[in-house]
């Protein structure tokens, strides 16, 4: 039988949960789906307003109180960030910005404005339109205003990159370990770029993991060369593909990826510049490679 109080039950469910290694952002989800395993009842997962029906309609009270005892205690620490793993760094008006992917349901229309989306709205937009400006981190509008064009198409572009390579990481994740460490290496790059104390070396070093591991994980995936190549050399790693990619010229990318460890460390300095362009030509060479259709995935 349930109690009435079914806060002691909720926190022991949390101690298993957090004894198991799950995330916080997991922790509401699994809670309730062990709640109702334990008192042998169904559960709601979610609080939607349309009713549902018998058992699952009689215990939506009990989810709802799963939930807010996660919001109370745990507050911003089980809000999902779609952009957690999906982000790029955009150079523009002379500083580098943080732009999160969304994650976009449907069809959307990517315009440009100067504009943010808020004051946009108050107009009437359509919400299946989408301006990239908008998820550029402490953007202000004062700021956006000083924009240039080149500024708009440089955010136009990185975006559209971003939104490609997250597609990518969609198609090949799950097919082996390189992807995953790729994409930890994606999110290290742009951290080492826009945090207040940047590190333009280990960006550098990330973006080239993130080039190298993603090629290797993709020359697995083909399967036509065995063993995959065991080098930080993009170049070599280019060519083994090349056998198996016809028309495959992504070349011209590589230069302003490839470095070396002695970046890492700082015993070779680092540039902003330097940092930004293996960034960008990163995010260029996977949307290329990941739309390659001779790669079954």
């Known amino acids: ?8 039950i909720i926190r022991e469910i949390d101690d298993e949960l957090k004894a ?6 997991g922790r ?7 709640f109702g395993t334990r008192f042998g009842v169904s559960m ?15 215990n939506r009270p009990y989810t709802d109180m799963i939930y807010a005892w996660y919001e109370t205690v745990y507050g911003d620490q089980v809000k999902m960030d779609p952009s957690a793993s999906a982000r790029v760094v955009v150079r523009a008006d002379s500083d580098l910005w943080e732009l999160r992917l969304p994650i976009i349901f449907g069809s959307a229309a990517i315009y440009l404005s100067r504009t943010l989306d808020e004051e946009r709205e108050r107009e009437g937009l359509r919400p299946s339109a989408y301006n990239p400006c908008n998820s ?16 708009l198409r440089e955010v136009f572009d990185q975006f559209i990159a971003g939104m490609a390579v997250r597609q990518a990481f969609s198609r090949f994740s799950a097919t082996n370990h390189f992807f995953t460490e790729a994409q930890a290496d994606w999110m ?13 070396g280990q960006s550098r070093w990330a973006s080239l993991q993130l080039a190298e591991k993603f090629m290797k994980g993709l020359l697995t995936v083909i399967g036509d060369v065995n063993p995959v190549p065991h080098t930080h050399r993009l170049e070599v790693l280019h060519k083994a593909l090349e056998q198996s990619i016809m028309g495959l010229d992504t070349k011209s990318l590589l230069l302003d990826i490839q470095c070396t460890a002695a970046v890492r460390y700082g015993e070779e300095p680092s540039t902003q510049a330097q940092a930004y362009s293996a960034h960008r030509n990163s995010l260029l060479l996977i949307k290329a490679l990941g739309s ?3 790669a079954s995935a």
């Open 20 to 25: 198991a290694g799950v995330h916080p952002v």
């Open 44 to 58: 709601p997962l979610g609080s939607p307003k349309l009713s549902l029906p018998g058992m699952l309609e009689e």
């Open 136 to 151: 550029l981190s402490k953007i202000t509008q004062a700021r956006l205003n000083q924009f240039n064009d080149d500024d």
């Open 28 to 34: 509401p989800l699994q809670a309730i789906m062990r």
């Open 1 to 8: 039988m349930i109690p009435d109080d079914i806060t002691p």
């Open 292 to 294: 390659v259709k001779n």
């Open 188 to 200: 290290t790059a742009v951290m080492h770029m826009t945090s207040q104390r940047p590190s333009y």
